[in-house]
């Protein structure tokens, strides 16, 4: 990817609990682009919550549902994507996306997540085994992104960093 690169959408990864949905309907509305989750999507889709899905089909399932609900997704442009935090790891993106990671310590993703939240989240079951994925999977988005985001601190002080970011950039 290099400067003179039109991306087509802004896709953000990052660990569950990141913050990824909540930045993302920030950004969109800070540069009047769509928003797109993509698990609400897959939900609205199958006609009930990923917990449910995972349970019933498995996750291998679910990790093709991903990978069709992303690539629909990025067949069209300008919008911003929040993704699962397993789609950089189990999907290919769209090479013309710009991809945002959302990049927080894992303590202080625990700290903001509060147990309702975590209750939908199946692979949070188990804090040490989250733990370890996150340990896991931190270097790939790492490597995948075309830009990281310290997201240690609450979202208004960090969002700046990313608008100034893809306003330099061209996005359709
Ligand atoms: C997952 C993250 C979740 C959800 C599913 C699996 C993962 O999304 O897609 O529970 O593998 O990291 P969030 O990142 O929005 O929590």
Redesign the pocket.
């Known amino acids: 990817m290099n400067k003179g690169m039109v991306y087509d959408n802004i896709v953000l990864i990052?660990?569950?609990?990141?913050g990824?949905?909540s930045v993302g309907k920030t950004l969109a509305r800070k540069l009047y682009k769509d928003f797109v989750?993509?698990?609400t999507v897959i939900e609205k889709e199958q006609g009930c919550s990923?917990?449910e899905i995972?349970a019933t089909k498995g996750e291998a399932y679910?990790r093709s549902l991903?990978q069709k609900c992303i690539n629909q997704l990025t067949e069209k442009k300008g919008q911003i994507i929040?993704?699962?935090?397993?789609?950089p790891?189990?999907s290919t993106i769209s090479e013309k996306s710009l991809i945002v990671y959302i990049d927080a310590d894992f303590d202080v993703i625990v700290e903001r997540l509060p147990a309702r939240e975590r209750a939908?989240?199946?692979?949070?079951d188990d804090e040490e085994r989250a733990r370890a994925?996150y340990e896991e999977?931190k270097d790939i988005y790492k490597e995948l992104a075309t830009f990281s985001v310290d997201a240690n601190q609450v979202i208004p002080t960090f969002i700046h960093v990313i608008v100034d970011y893809v306003l330099d950039q061209r996005v359709l």
């Open positions: 990052g660990f569950m609990g990141s990824k949905t989750d993509v698990d990923i917990t995972f679910f991903e929040a993704t699962g935090g397993g789609v790891i189990h939908k989240r199946p692979l949070f994925l999977r």
